[in-house]
């Protein structure tokens, strides 16, 4: 199958700052990312969609000022968790759907993002 | 509201027996798709099976079958010939028109030997 990618896998930061995360499709043109957040033993909550060069739609109840999701490219996802705080920890996922290789009906997840915040 | 309901947050199967993980979803949408995933305990979000809410028959991948019950608006998952290895969370999962992927609570699945 298709295969996405997230960088970091594991990060930890100070409450305060800034962390970014990537999400990238290794081997397809992803038109259509979507960002999760999942909490333990909890459920994936979609936060928002974005559409390839175009600004993320953001489910209701996600501060956009504090996700900042950028897709710049068919290639490349972005997610910004701005002056992080501990309650911002939880599991952040990628996914992504497109061109290429991927099934329409599929999206391919990354393998996740663990943020802990101090 | 969209809504994905799975009942049961933990089950149990002996090695090589079947197990039904139960499903039901709520939408207005007449185009929607429903998916199964498997998320180990690394994390990773492993795509299962699909099925098209215009697909008139039931869709099969391997060991996994989902019962997909229109009219009762239910998706469940049969596993069959259950391995060590498919002990994990199971998620059910609706895709809407607009492409919004909504996940239930899932079901965490314990095979015994």
């Known amino acids: 199958g298709a295969v996405v990618s997230q960088h970091p896998s594991r990060v930890i930061c100070k409450s305060g700052t800034s962390v970014k995360i990537e999400c990238r499709s290794l081997d397809f043109q992803a038109t259509t990312m979507f960002w999760y957040r999942q909490f333990p033993k909890q459920s994936l909550m979609l936060m928002a969609t974005s559409n390839e060069g175009s600004k993320a739609t953001y489910e209701q109840g996600v501060e956009k000022d504090k996700f900042l999701i950028n897709h710049a490219s068919l290639t490349l996802s972005t997610l910004t968790v701005t002056s992080a705080h501990p309650e911002d920890s939880s599991f952040y996922i990628c996914?992504?759907?497109?061109?290429?290789?991927?099934?329409?009906?599929?999206?391919?997840f990354g393998p996740g993002t663990r943020l802990t915040v101090l | 509201a969209q809504k994905i309901t799975q009942t049961q947050p933990g089950m149990f199967v002996q090695e090589k027996e079947a197990v039904t993980l139960d499903c039901t979803y709520d939408?207005?949408?007449?185009?929607?798709?429903l998916f199964w995933y498997k998320q180990p305990s690394s994390g990773e979000m492993i795509f299962l099976i699909y099925?098209?809410?215009?697909?008139?028959q039931n869709a099969t991948e391997g060991r996994y079958s989902l019962n997909f019950q229109k009219a009762r608006k239910s998706a469940n998952l049969v596993i069959s010939a259950s391995q060590l290895g498919d002990s994990a969370m199971y998620f059910c999962?609706?895709?809407?028109?607009?492409?919004?992927?909504?996940f239930g609570t899932g079901t965490s699945l314990t095979v015994i030997p």
């Open positions: 999962a609706m895709r809407l028109t607009g492409n919004q992927f909504y």
């Open positions: 996914s992504a759907r497109g061109l290429g290789r991927s099934s329409y009906n599929e999206q391919f």
């Open positions: 939408t207005s949408d007449p185009s929607y798709g």
């Open positions: 099925q098209g809410s215009y697909d008139q």
